[in-house]
């Protein structure tokens, strides 16, 4: 019997016991059935939690990119791997068949090694949303580099950190990039963060705008010309399962970003499974991911989870509101997609506009939708369900994470019954817990706790790029022995989850990740600022936005608050990116403080969202008088 496909709802709970009793024969099992291996492991996990030390498919050799490609080439040469959608509609859509993308990344490839790039070193993409993204990745993958895709969203002094912190040799970039009726000049925005990265020999720029730019003698390269000129026979790299096969960079509470490492096996074999089930997805459906590859969602999503198991992926370069609100729902029916997987915030963006706009649009293509990022609320979920799936769509709500590599908790399409704001029931393999505030598991329904996973499951990131304890302290310290995700969550009578946002200082805003502490620290580089704190705040289409308190510093008379405001927000958009600006801000005197210095970011959260009552616990406080000034000041 096989496991890679789960049937009904009872093969579903068949399935998971089994990988809870027998984990190593579950996912031996569909790890030996479902992909190609130059050699077989020897153990199927072996883990420490306690030490933050997991592997998957110990000693096995496998290359990721001839399993998303080379595979499928004697019974899918000629099916479309990839359709590209241009920003602009009435540029022509491109339909990347599976024999054409083996040789676009061959030869990709072959100008990767002809540029130095060696296995194992770190190669960042930053790149906006064309074919050339996946090519590069997938063209990492086969000679065993390292890709960290950098979201083309970013400022320069964030790419910088990134570049440096995974220490790259080579940047693939593009002179500029479209989104909606805009032109982002990447190119020069690489040239800015170079100055701060020596490590970085080559970049090779792909061609999108005809956008001027300046070429770097003895760095930059325009990348057509050498693809012209590379061969597209290449030979793959013999990779180790947990060889890493990305860096992804995540914001966290506290610090610098996060360099999420991937390894390759695990990390296939649960992508692949994890797209396969979730989305019901059968030999030529058309998947559309509406995410950008740069975050998480698009490497296992777009790209990844749907390339190994030979479908048909949609990668749009554009953005829903042009050249109208209608362009979600005309893609659709242009390329006849049968699962569309978007995120909350762009529901509820798309909600606010007129009902015409989708109606005019034959969506019956559709089979199943799904959201991911955030919470998603109910009228949302309503409004998706009436209008995106017209009831007759399974909606799949998952909840995974950057570091998860995969969903985790969701439904299964036309398996498991849905219900509004409930991501559901945990995938095989993957086992959940509640823990309350003592580190005891909560077995009680409808009661909120921290989610941990009690288990490792194959997509699990391994480590912290250059920094392993950290992993250590950030995952397995709070609830040792166990994964800690800074989620809470609660579990229904039936065992369905719902999680109910994070217990951390992480903010979700539209879907993105932000970090606290990189956003406050772009506030405090402005000149009149002392200090600087930030929460989440409810919103009407990003789910939370950010609320900043910020004390000046005193320089005497404070200057126009209104351009302050704007200066501040620009120094986010130049440090962070400009999806991290403020959208309120308020000047306070002090910030309400433990004595260990700890700012108490509940109270600021209460305060923001507008509920001045029940601070809970505030001995701690050192100054406890300033929550009352902070209220007054409030408008
Ligand atoms: C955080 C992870 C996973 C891809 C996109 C975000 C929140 C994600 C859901 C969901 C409620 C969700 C969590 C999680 N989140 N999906 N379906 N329901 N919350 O990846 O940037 O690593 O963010 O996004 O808070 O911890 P990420």
């Known amino acids: 019997m096989s496991y890679y496909k789960i049937e009904n709802l009872e093969q579903y709970f068949k399935h998971y016991n089994k990988s809870v009793r027998e984990p190593r024969k579950f996912w031996g099992k569909i790890a030996e059935e479902n992909f190609t291996w130059y050699q077989q492991w020897d153990k199927v996990v072996d883990f420490n939690m306690a030490d933050a030390e997991i592997k998957w498919f110990t000693e096995a050799k496998v290359n990721m ?168 026979n290449s030979v793959a790299e013999i990779m180790d399962s947990e060889d890493p096969l990305f860096i992804l960079y995540t914001s966290g509470s506290t610090g610098k970003p996060k360099g999420m490492v991937h390894t390759t096996a695990g990390y296939m074999v649960y992508s692949a499974y994890t797209f396969k089930n979730v989305f019901n997805y059968e030999e030529n459906d058309i998947f559309w991911c509406t995410a950008d590859i740069g975050w998480i969602t698009g490497h296992s999503y777009i790209l990844y989870g749907p390339l190994l198991n030979g479908a048909t992926t949609v990668i749009f370069e554009g ?25 909350p915030t762009a529901i509820r963006a798309l909600a606010k506009e007129n009902l015409e706009y989708i109606q005019k649009h034959h969506l019956k293509t559709l089979k199943v939708i799904g959201s991911v990022g955030e919470p998603i609320n109910e009228e949302a979920w309503h409004w998706y369900n009436d209008n995106v799936g017209t009831k007759k769509c399974p909606i799949v709500d998952t909840w995974w994470q950057t570091e998860t590599g995969g969903i985790m908790i969701s439904p299964l399409a036309f398996i498991t019954p849905t219900k509004p704001t409930y991501a559901t029931l945990p995938l095989p393999g993957v086992q959940p817990v509640l823990m309350d505030d003592k580190g005891i598991e909560i077995e009680r329904n409808q009661e909120v706790g921290s989610l941990c996973i009690a288990f490792p499951w194959p997509g699990i990131a391994r480590t912290i790029w250059g920094n392993h304890q950290r992993y250590k302290d950030t995952y397995f310290s709070a609830f040792p022995g166990k994964f800690f995700t800074g989620d809470g969550a ?31 620290d772009a506030i405090n580089e402005h000149p009149a600022v002392a200090e600087s704190a930030i929460v989440g705040f409810p919103h009407d289409v990003k789910g939370k936005a950010l609320y900043g308190y910020v004390i000046l510093k005193e320089t005497g008379e404070i200057r126009n608050k209104e351009n302050l405001f704007k200066e501040i927000n620009q120094h986010i958009s130049d440090h962070v990116g400009p999806i991290a600006k403020l959208d309120k801000i308020q000047y306070v005197s002090g910030l309400p403080k433990t004595r260990s210095g700890k700012i108490m970011r509940r109270i600021l959260r209460k305060i923001a969202e507008g509920d001045f009552s029940n601070f809970g616990d505030t001995s701690t406080l050192l100054n406890p008088e300033i929550i009352e000034e902070i209220i007054a000041g409030k408008h």
């Open 65 to 232: 990119a001839k399993n998303c490609i080379d595979r499928h080439l004697n019974k899918r040469g000629e099916k479309t791997a990839i359709i590209f959608e241009p920003n602009d509609p009435t540029e022509q859509a491109l339909h990347i068949t599976y024999n054409d993308l083996h040789q676009r990344v061959c030869k990709m490839a072959n100008v990767l090694r002809e540029q130095g790039i060696e296995k194992g070193d770190r190669v960042c993409i930053y790149l906006p949303m064309i074919p050339e993204l996946a090519v590069s990745m997938l063209a990492c993958a086969r000679i065993g580099a390292i890709h960290s895709v950098v979201f083309a969203g970013f400022s320069a002094s964030a790419v910088a950190t990134r570049i440096l912190d995974s220490d790259c040799k080579m940047v693939i970039t593009s002179d500029g990039g479209y989104r909606g009726n805009k032109t982002i000049e990447l190119k020069s925005i690489i040239d800015e963060a170079l100055e701060k990265c020596p490590s970085v020999s080559s970049v090779l720029v792909v061609k999108r705008t005809n956008t001027e730019i300046t070429m770097k003698q003895d760095r930059d390269i325009w990348l057509q010309p050498l693809l012209d000129g590379a061969s597209d």
């Open 319 to 343: 953005v829903p509101s042009y050249p109208d609100f209608s362009r979600f729902w005309e893609i659709i029916e242009k390329h006849k997609v049968s699962q569309f997987y978007t995120a």
């Open 490 to 520: 609660l579990r229904d009578e039936v065992g369905y989850y719902r999680i109910t946002g994070r217990v951390d200082d992480v903010v979700i805003v539209s879907g993105h990740n932000l970090g606290t502490a990189p956003i406050e």
